[in-house]
């Protein structure tokens, strides 16, 4: 009785809980990896973060279609491409993407998502 009572006194300090996210782009799925970093030690992990995670920590929703965060931004995924040797290609595709970033966030909240999709970081 008395636990069903705190409870009902706590229930609107739960989080939400996560929607589908029907508006999420075709080409971005929940369990796709945003990040990816090694922790140190001894036993060193790969920890990942997915976009259904970004979305939570976010608070996006969807609004009229558009996935929208917290303050009603609509939330826009990049995808980041990566080279090994730094030729001259690599290098104005990664200028030209800082400059596209650069625009987007003013629009957008940006999220940036590994060039990696397994996750594993690129040296």
Known sequence: MIVQLLLLLFVDYLPPVPQGYSCL???????????????????PKLVTISVEQ????????????????????????????CFG????YAMETTRRQRVE??????????VEMTCSPSGEPRP
Do not use: H
């Open 25 to 43: 782009p075709g080409n971005v799925k929940p369990a796709d990896i945003v990040s990816a970093e090694r922790t140190g030690g001894q036993d």
């Open 54 to 81: 970004t979305l939570r920590q976010l608070r996006a929703r969807c609004v009229r279609g558009k996935l929208v965060d917290a303050k009603g931004k609509e939330i826009r995924f990049y995808r980041v491409q």
């Open 85 to 88: 040797a730094p030729t001259a």
């Open 101 to 110: 970033l650069e625009a987007l966030r003013k629009r957008y909240t940006v």
